[in-house]
């Protein structure tokens, strides 16, 4: 059972810059997708970028240009850059497989974008 745990998030300016890391245990990591997802108050759970086990990424629409996903299989680590960060992009954010495995729910890590 992979096991994720995901870190870097903070309180930023509109406009700064984040890095978000989510670092998988156990085996098989590489032959997944993986998937970058975010929880507003009030809101649902989206997914905003996923990276297949070839490196193929796909961003909503929201995010394109500004997040870039990447994985290291040698690491067994996703990450989310995160570019020009707008206020609407507060959230908890969560990483996991595309699609998602209920119990591979993490805790997330807060992003708060505020001036």
């Known amino acids: 059972q992979v096991q994720l745990v995901e870190s870097g998030g903070g309180l930023v300016q509109p406009g700064e810059s984040l890095r978000l890391s989510c670092a998988a245990s156990?085996?098989?990591?590489?032959?997944?997708?993986m998937g970058w997802y975010r929880q507003a108050p009030g809101k649902q759970r989206e997914l905003v970028a996923r990276?297949?086990?070839?490196?193929?990424?796909r961003y909503v629409d929201s995010v394109k240009g500004r997040f870039i996903i990447s994985r290291d299989n040698a690491k067994n680590t996703v990450y989310l850059q995160m570019n020009s960060l707008k206020p609407e992009d507060t959230a908890v954010y969560y990483c996991?497989?595309?699609?998602?495995?209920?119990?591979?729910w993490g805790q997330g890590t807060q992003v708060t974008v505020s001036s």
């Open positions: 156990g085996s098989a990591f590489s032959i997944y997708a």
């Open positions: 996991n497989k595309d699609p998602p495995i209920a119990t591979m």
């Open positions: 990276i297949s086990p070839g490196g193929i990424t």
